[in-house]
């Protein structure tokens, strides 16, 4: 499993590559994302990439989906996701828009 430096995992999102192009509003979806990310990864001990791609978490940055039916016109989220997988993503989405 991938091992995060605790001091830089809140903000090791802002390394990812195109962070900077993004809006604040993006940013902080992002950073919720990429923590609902982590977290599942983790908790199914698979790498990050293996839940959902840079590319797709990005889009879901940038689009901010609000509902499952939104969410799932977005390339990259994985079809069989559970709904209760699908309402953590929202609510991170929703975390992120609410900064």
Do not use: C, H, Y
Request: cysteine-free; charged content about 30%.
């Amino acid at each position: 499993s991938v091992e995060w430096n605790t001091d830089d995992a809140g903000n090791a999102f802002l390394k990812m590559k195109g962070a900077r192009d993004l809006t604040r509003r993006e940013l902080a979806v992002l950073r919720e994302v990429v923590q609902w990310r982590d977290r599942v990864a983790a908790s199914l001990d698979r790498a990050t990439f293996r839940v959902m791609g840079n590319e797709t978490v990005f889009d879901i940055a940038r689009l901010a989906p609000t509902t499952a039916g939104a969410l799932s016109k977005i390339k990259g989220v994985p079809r069989g996701m559970s709904e209760s997988r699908l309402a953590e993503l929202l609510a991170a989405v929703q975390r992120g828009l609410d900064v």
